[in-house]
């Protein structure tokens, strides 16, 4: 490093070490799919991808000498404190494993391989290729504007996934034909023999000045890396990605398959993608349009509502324009709320006989979109609904051009067996989401998002709209029809009128109660509550009442989530939450648990001065509580 340079050391890796996100394979696969998907020569085509895990012929020490594709690199990987623990990297005498992501159908890595931002920065407005700087040469900005993905950061997951913090590009390129060859290597700040270095090292040939590198372009290095490690590519465009030593969680093909299953189904689904698996000892695996439905049932079997989802996201790709129920067009310059969402009696029918009749139903639905300086345009999403026999409340799932939105909305759940899955096709709906999307692309960010405040007029309440519009249709699709139908009833409770004991009507006693003199009657005594029920942010807290001139002996205290009808205790369902169980925790004083089991607390009380404390429900869902203190009375609230 040129002395006087700041020290900084790469936090990009953050972005991706959230335990929220994923592991890491499902991180590799987000971001090497996100970027083929972006770079497709047709945006509207198929991408294929080949995943394989090799063994080279090499050792690593072979691969270490001069003129190897690691020469120069021991000396930094074994320097203290450059963020690589010394155990943990691979001995000299291992046989050398790798990774390969090689994608075709793809653009390749166009752009002038010497370009450099110092002097001429890229004018916004430009339609020339500069992707060669950006996967290289840049961090945190994407030369992306209206790919799936912008951040600029997701190329990063490669050296994140090699226990030497190292990876290779072989590309070769739509615009002019050439094949290139870099490498890169990210470690922290180090030093070696006195010498500072900075945090980012390059595989390639150095300028003049010893610093500024550019790829490897003969057919020596290019054929010689090749043979190394196996690469399938011939003159096809795209890119080939190779990490070596990857971590031991990259060396089995299930993880790397589920991953696929889990985020990018509906693109796999849709024609635009196709991925296979390769690694030594395993059998290859391939998941496109025609094989998915049968790789998900033989990867996914503990994820019953997954498989379904994927099932109605097939169906809602083969159906006819016929078969999709629109909304009426919204008012433009009226701000975007779920609440004003309008369906007319006739097609609300519709919608419940479609959905009776094959599970299934799609409706369309109509949003405003507003640029800051544009006029308000009207934009539309997609959402597959189907009710299944499954008692679990899931999330609507989102996706967004391709993308598996996973966190769009994960707080809010449906029904209990309802799963819907939301649609974003349209790009202009598609570009004012991406940009409220963090690096990671796994939610929206309705606020503190300044791309969104700067470029949208009121984007977050649109944000707000999509989340919210799967429960507010599905509530008005389920909501129970009120009116008596007696014709219907007739069929499930008729009794024949001569197998009642009576048919005789009971006749009420018209003889004339006494009068009661109110001065000899004494009026009862106010009921004062032995306890009293407050609701808390995720639960509710049962104690003794001040005002109460009796202390209950016993008591017993009953939860359940509300539901759209019946008695919501009886209905009570042990897959949302069990007292006994986590994320449930009780906290109590002046008591002793006598039982605590499903959904039922039995207390005695020992001390006037009790305090039962439960939390850990879900804040987003009614609760209700039903405290009934022994032999002293009932008193039952709802919170």
Known sequence: ????????????????????????????????????????????????????????????????????????????????????????????????????????????????????????????????????????????????????????????????????????????????????????????????????????????????????????????????????????????????????????????????????????????????LKVTVRFDDFENITLSSETIKSVAQEYLTDDEMLLKTIDLAIWSSSIGEKQIHALDAPDLYKIPASSDISIPDSLLSDIRQALQQSGRVLVRVPVRVKTKDGVPERGEFDICFTQTDISKCIPAKYIRQGIDVKNANNHKKLDAGCIALVEVHDPLLGKLLRISEPPAHDRWEQRNNEDLLESYDRGGKTIGFVKNAPHEIWRRISRKNLEKNRELLRDIFHLDINDLESGKKKVPD?????????????????????????????????????????????????????????????KYNPLDFRLNCDPIEIDNSGVEIVSCSENILALNVINPEFEIKVTGFDANRDLVVQVVAEKEGDDDQEV
Request: proline share 7%; with cysteine.
């Open 1 to 272: 490093m040129a002395k006087g340079e700041d020290s900084v050391n790469p936090i990009q890796g953050e972005f991706f070490a959230s335990e929220e996100i994923g592991d890491l394979s499902e991180i590799l696969i987000r971001e090497a799919i996100q970027n083929s998907l972006d770079a497709r020569i047709d945006k509207n085509g198929l991408a294929e991808l080949t995943i394989s895990y090799k063994r080279s012929r090499f050792k690593y020490a072979e691969l270490l000498e001069e003129d190897g594709f690691f020469s120069g690199l021991i000396k930094h990987l074994k320097a203290k404190n450059n963020g690589l623990r010394l155990e943990k990297l691979p001995d000299t005498s291992e046989i050398v494993d790798y990774l390969v992501i090689e994608d075709f159908g793809t653009l390749g890595l166009n752009g002038d391989p010497e370009y450099d931002d110092d002097e001429n920065p890229i004018p916004e407005d430009t339609n020339e290729f500069y992707d060669f700087f950006f996967f290289w040469r840049n961090i945190g900005r994407s030369g992306k504007k209206d790919g799936l993905g912008s951040w600029g950061l997701g190329k990063h997951v490669f050296p994140a996934a090699s226990r030497i913090n190292t990876y290779f590009g072989l590309t070769c390129r739509s615009e002019d034909g050439r094949k290139l060859l870099m490498g890169k290597s990210i470690l922290k700040i180090h030093h070696h023999d006195g010498q500072k270095y900075a945090p980012y090292g390059y595989f390639g040939q150095t300028k003049e000045d010893g610093f500024f590198c550019t790829p490897f372009d003969t057919p020596q290095r290019l054929n010689a890396f090749t043979d190394c490690f196996n690469i399938c590519r011939n003159d096809e465009p795209g890119l080939s990605v190779v990490i070596p030593f990857p971590k031991i969680e990259l060396k089995e093909p299930k993880p790397l398959v589920e991953s696929v299953l889990r985020d990018y189904f509906y693109p796999v689904i849709r024609g635009r």
């Open 510 to 570: 018209k003889k004339k109660k006494p009068d009661i003199d109110p001065q000899r009657f004494d009026p009862p005594t106010p009921k004062t509550r032995m306890v009293r029920t407050y609701k808390t942010e995720s639960g509710f807290t049962v104690c003794n009442d001040t005002n109460a001139t009796h202390v209950p002996k016993a008591i017993k205290i009953s939860a359940a989530y509300r539901v759209p009808a019946g008695n919501h205790l009886q």
